[in-house]
Nanobody, 124 residues
Framework: QVQLVESGGGLVQAGGSVRLSCTAS????????MAWFRQAPGKEREFVAA????????YYGDSVKGRFTISRDSAKNTMYLQMNEMKPEDTAVYSC?????????????????WGQGTQVTVSS
């Protein structure tokens, strides 16, 4: 099995920046797509961003486009999410996920592996 572990969450002021990391372990990591999702209290899980592991192609949700940047370091089996110009509405538990699906998908049920999530709180 593959384990995904997020890190880097915490408290940040509105307008500030946070960088999240997601590291995979357990076996050789060769998933086609990895993604970040978030879920605020009382709300459904929301797609944030995705990246293909091979080519590095990226896709972003409308609410974060232009502010967040997803990237990966294949040698470290690690994916990153750089979050800039943060807003209070960005407050949520952020989770990383991985899937063998070739085409980038924004649907949570298509992802096979999930991390436990890391809390990000944006103060006003």
């Amino acid at each position: 099995q593959v384990q995904l572990v997020e890190s880097g969450g915490g408290l940040v002021q509105a307008g500030g920046s946070v960088r999240l990391s997601c590291t995979a372990s357990g076996r050789a990591f060769s998933y086609n797509t990895m993604a970040w999702f978030r879920q605020a209290p009382g709300k459904e899980r929301e797609f944030v961003a995705a990246i293909t592991w091979g080519s590095g192609s990226t896709y972003y949700g409308d609410s974060v486009k232009g502010r967040f940047t997803i990237s990966r370091d294949s040698a470290k089996n690690t994916m990153y999410l750089q979050m800039n110009e943060m807003k209070p509405e960005d407050t949520a538990v952020y989770s990383c996920a991985a899937t063998s699906v070739v085409i980038i998908t924004t649907t949570p049920v298509t992802y096979e592996y999930w991390g436990q999530g890391t809390q990000v709180t944006v103060s006003s």
